[in-house]
C-alpha cells in the first residue's frame, strides 16, 4: 500500500492479487499486465492509455481509483 510506482516499468508484469492501494502510479507503464484481483482502491495518477481492470472506476475527483458501483459495471 502506498507504493510510489511512478515511471515503473510493468509491462506484462503479473500482478494478479497485489495490493497497490494508494499507489502513485504516475507515468507507469502497465501494459499488459495482469490485475485481476489487484487491490486498487486509491491509486492515483492511473495511465490514460491503460484501460481500468473489470470492477474499477475513476472516482469523481478524476485522479484516483475506486471499486465500481454494480450499476457502473451493469452500463
Do not use: F, M
Amino acid at each position: 500500500d502506498h507504493a510510489s510506482l511512478a515511471y515503473a516499468r510493468l509491462d506484462g508484469a503479473r500482478l494478479d492479487g497485489a495490493r497497490l492501494a494508494y499507489a502513485n502510479l504516475a507515468y507507469a507503464r502497465l501494459d499488459g499486465a495482469n490485475l485481476v484481483r489487484a487491490n486498487l482502491d486509491g491509486a492515483r495518477n492511473w495511465p490514460k492509455s491503460i484501460p481500468l481492470p473489470d470492477g474499477w472506476q475513476l472516482a469523481g475527483c478524476g485522479c484516483c481509483v475506486e471499486r465500481a458501483t454494480s450499476k457502473a459495471v451493469a452500463s
